[in-house]
């Protein structure tokens, strides 16, 4: 697909899939926006990403503030005119027991990861409307219909996304906007850095690279489905957590004290 005079704004492009997917759309010709908290880190990915001639432009906008998001969203739409896929990827999670973690830290997730997202739709969904057409990618996890021990507020963050997607799918039938969910297992980028991870192992033998991830992010744009699920045999886990959970709940209660033992460690 060319994505030339296309306008892509993407969340969390500073690092990890956000960054690979910026990558992978300016190769395909958009016009690339990113935006993150860091304006230093985004400038050196614009940098990087000057090779392939297509405009890019970076704007530091935290997501998880309304205010921030509406001034963003004005400026970019005065500039480009419009916006044509808008990729909801920004996001963190903090690994802990319900019983330890912080109120303010099972906050900062949701108001990251979720009305982070929100506020992104309400900001460029009359656009897309307005010009019948453009898509929405939302960049959740197998998380998001999986709960993992020690990441409840995480999937929480998650499972919110992927129903507020599922029910804005219906909204959109027939208004040339879709919206589409991308649900990845685990991925090598700096998610597991964060300190609360401490000195669980980061990644797996089947942790995906974020190119990986970043493909499904482009196909996602111009999918009709309502979620991709990456790797697709991962599908199969949710559909029998879905409906025999009495199978999987034993395993997944046995990677909690694994989890939480080599954290300990
Ligand atoms: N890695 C995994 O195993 C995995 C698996 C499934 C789903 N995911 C999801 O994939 C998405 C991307 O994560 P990643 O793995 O690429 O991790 P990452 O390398 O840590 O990237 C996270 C990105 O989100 C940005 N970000 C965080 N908080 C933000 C905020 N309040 N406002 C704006 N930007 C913010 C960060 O930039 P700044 O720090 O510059 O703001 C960074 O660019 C997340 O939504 C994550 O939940 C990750």
Known sequence: MDYSGKIVVITGASSGIGEQSAEEFAKLHA??????RN?????????????????????????????????MGKIILAKFGTVDVLVNNAGFGIHNTVNEITIEEMES????????????????????????????????????????PGMASYCASKFAMLGFSESLSHELKGTGVGITVVS???????FFNH???????????????SKTVANAVVRAASSHRIEIVVPQ???LAIWIKQTIPYLINPIIGGM????MKSKAD
């Open 31 to 36: 016009d690339v926006i990113l935006i993150s």
């Open 39 to 71: 304006a230093e880190k985004l400038e050196e990915v614009a940098k990087r990403l000057s090779k392939y001639h297509t405009k890019v432009f970076v704007h530091p906008c935290d997501v998880s503030k309304k205010d921030q998001v509406d001034t």
């Open 109 to 148: 997730q949701m108001m990251t990861n979720f009305f982070g997202m929100m506020y992104c739709i309400k900001v460029f969904l009359p656009k897309m409307l307005e010009q019948r057409s453009g898509h929405i990618v939302n960049v959740a996890s197998v998380a998001g219909s999986i709960g993992i």
């Open 184 to 190: 990845p297992i685990m991925v090598r980028t700096n």
């Open 195 to 209: 300190k609360s991870f401490g000195s669980m192992p980061k990644y797996s033998s089947t942790s995906l690279s």
């Open 233 to 235: 045999f991962v599908r």
């Open 256 to 259: 909690f004290r694994k989890s």
